[in-house]
T-cell receptor
Framework: DADVTQTPRNRITKTGKRIMLECSQT?????MYWYRQDPGLGLRLIYY???????NKGEISDGYSVSRQAQAKFSLSLESAIPNQTALYFC???????????FGPGTRLTVL | DAKTTQPPSMDCAEGRAANLPCNHS???????VYWYRQIHSQGPQYIIH???NNETNEMASLIITEDRKSSTLILPHATLRDTAVYYC????????????FGSGTRLLVRP
């Protein structure tokens, strides 16, 4: 079983719709991250959380919000999706004991 | 965070060593060098990291120059499954522990 799961894996939606991407982990890590990746580019940080009551903006948080419902769950929402939010979205976790991040399989989001 | 420079693409023959260079000339004393790879569009996978000493694990070796301005990731016996984009990341010790990804090196392992 995968340690970091993301749902859905693929999503096509229309401009203006509200979308939620979910991330769950069984690794017991406190730190969780959301990144986006545009074609041919590296990943960019959207939001991160170090525990249930801790939420921090990354470099490209505009247009996104997050919720850390439990240690194991970190959701990313697009309140009103726009076409330039079409991208591959990755969730990652990191234990407090090391600096290694573990990534989920990604969600491919297309906004028409 | 220091910027890294990597060649956009490289190739090597299966079974041979793949040596992937990275330049990080503005690295500061407390910044680590990390290597991740991304196979097709899967989630990035951690490979190895180091501060100043050379490091080796079951996946690869990391050679960091004495002045720390560059490093080389070595895959000792590349296989077709090592075809991926390899990212060299210099990560500081800021409070987010975020990874700043560049464009990476696309490694093609030829049969």
């Amino acid at each position: 079983d995968a340690d970091v799961t993301q749902t859905p894996r693929n999503r096509i939606t229309k401009t203006g719709k509200r979308i939620m991407l979910e991330c769950s982990q069984t690794k017991g890590h406190d730190r969780m991250y959301w990144y986006r990746q545009d074609p041919g580019l590296g990943l960019r940080l959207i939001y991160y959380s170090f525990d249930v009551k801790d939420i921090n903006k990354g470099e490209i948080s505009d247009g996104y919000s997050v919720s850390r419902q439990a240690q194991a769950k970190f959701s990313l929402s697009l309140e009103s999706a726009i076409p330039n939010q079409t991208a591959l979205y990755f969730c990652a976790t990191m234990p407090t004991s090391t600096d290694t991040q573990y990534f989920g399989p990604g969600t491919r989001l297309t906004v028409l | 965070d220091a910027k890294t420079t990597q060649p956009p693409s490289m190739d090597c023959a299966e079974g041979r060593a793949a040596n992937l260079p990275c330049n990080h000339s503005t690295i500061s004393g407390n910044e680590y060098v990390y290597w991740y790879r991304q196979i097709h569009s899967q989630g990035p996978q951690y490979i190895i990291h180091g501060l100043k000493n050379n490091e080796t694990n079951e996946m690869a070796s990391l050679i960091i120059t004495e002045d720390r301005k560059s490093s080389t990731l070595i895959l000792p016996h590349a296989t077709l499954r090592d075809t991926a984009v390899y990212y060299c990341i210099v990560r500081g010790m800021d409070s987010s522990y975020k990874l700043i990804f560049g464009s990476g090196t696309r490694l093609l392992v030829r049969p």
